[in-house]
T-cell receptor
Framework: AQTVTQSQPEMSVQEAETVTLSCTYD???????LFWYKQPPSRQMILVIR??????QNATENRFSVNFQKAAKSFSLKISDSQLGDAAMYFC?????????FGAGTILRVKS | GAVVSQHPSRVICKSGTSVKIECRSL??????MFWYRQFPKQSLMLMAT?????????EQGVEKDKFLINHASLTLSTLTVTSAHPEDSSFYIC????????????FGQGTRLTVV
């Protein structure tokens, strides 16, 4: 079965600093997709970034970037220049068939 | 981006009654929608995959007779919690994907169900 592991229940970062959220996954598929979703206090899930496994280049979206290590099955999210609005629960997810398998989530707190 | 609308956002019902939650894709057609349940500060647990024009596919351990799913059209899926009990109180979220594998999933705003 597909599993996604987020080992950091909570993380804190000072405003304007950089933080990295870790994620590891397990899959037997050769071609797959990985995602980071954000769930702010409103609880509306929002896509942060997406990575296609067959692409070696790490995905970036403005202040958000990933470090995708396919051999190690690692998919960490780096948030640069953290802002107060980045405070949320972050979920790493892997696609399994047509379903998304989510990790347990990491609560990110941003200090002003 | 695409919009998925979920209604109601909050509902309180009496134990033993049924409650229906609607999930609509407003600007795209979704042949497949997904229903999740989320407990406080926990991850999303997939309950079932809703397929337009056919029966839903339920995850292991999810009672299909309690959680009735109907995907009546390409833009509407409903989840009915039948004979609700306090332990069914939770946050329910739907999502829909516009496209095939790897496509972004768009989520509804969620429904907070409280059974009293």
């Amino acid at each position: 079965a597909q599993t996604v592991t987020q080992s950091q229940p909570e993380m804190s970062v000072q405003e304007a600093e950089t933080v990295t959220l870790s994620c590891t996954y397990d899959t037997s598929e050769s071609d797959y997709y990985l995602f980071w979703y954000k769930q702010p206090p409103s609880r509306q899930m929002i896509l942060v970034i997406r990575q296609e496994a067959y692409k070696q280049q790490n995905a970036t979206e403005n202040r958000f970037s990933v470090n995708f290590q396919k051999a190690a099955k690692s998919f960490s999210l780096k948030i640069s220049d953290s802002q107060l609005g980045d405070a949320a629960m972050y979920f790493c997810a892997s696609e399994y068939g047509n379903k998304l398998v989510f990790g347990a989530g990491t609560i990110l707190r941003v200090k002003s | 981006g695409a919009v998925v609308s979920q209604h109601p956002s909050r509902v309180i019902c009496k134990s033993g009654t049924s409650v229906k939650i609607e999930c609509r894709s407003l600007d795209f057609q979704a042949t497949t929608m997904f229903w999740y349940r989320q407990f406080p500060k926990q991850s999303l647990m997939l309950m079932a995959t809703s397929n337009e024009g056919s029966k839903a596919t339920y995850e292991q351990g999810v009672e299909k007779d309690k959680f009735l799913i109907n995907h009546a059209s390409l833009t509407l899926s409903t989840l009915t919690v039948t004979s609700a009990h306090p332990e069914d109180s939770s946050f329910y979220i739907c999502s829909a994907r516009r496209g095939d594998r790897g496509a972004e999933a768009f989520f509804g705003q969620g429904t907070r169900l409280t059974v009293v």
